[in-house]
């Protein structure tokens, strides 16, 4: 059963940075990763994605120019540097799991993680 564990979330000034991890473990790495956010009272939303080499990425129009996602699959590790953050950006971060080689919007996500809390305060 594979396992996901985010960290580092916490509390920052809007136009600081942050950058999220997700460690994955309990099989191969060989998945397409994602990042998506829920905040409060809101559903859960596609933040950005990588396929499984890396060389190709997507995000949301909102964190454009803001957040970049990699891997680093001799560590089972993907990353979201957020930058220039935002009040807006304040939610719960999950990293996400497909069983592809390539991200797949509206195919099922495989695995969850548990949350990380990112807030930004103004």
């Not at 994602?34 to 995000?59: H, L, M």
């Not at 220039?84 to 099922?108: F, M, N, V």
Request: net charge positive; proline share 2%; with cysteine.
């Amino acid at each position: 059963q594979v396992q996901l564990v985010e960290s580092g979330g916490g509390l920052v000034q809007a136009g600081g940075s942050l950058r999220l991890s997700c460690a994955a473990s309990g099989g191969s790495f060989s998945f397409a990763m994602g990042w998506f956010r829920q905040a409060p009272g809101k559903e859960r939303d596609f933040v950005a994605a990588i396929n499984w080499s890396g060389g190709d990425t997507a995000y949301v129009d909102s964190v454009k120019g803001r957040f970049t996602i990699s891997r680093d699959n001799a560590k089972n590790a993907v990353y979201l540097q957020m930058n220039s953050l935002k009040p807006e950006d304040t939610a719960i971060y999950y990293c996400a799991a497909q069983y592809s080689s390539r991200w797949r919007h509206g195919t099922k996500v495989d695995y969850w993680g548990q949350g990380t809390q990112v807030t930004v305060s103004s």
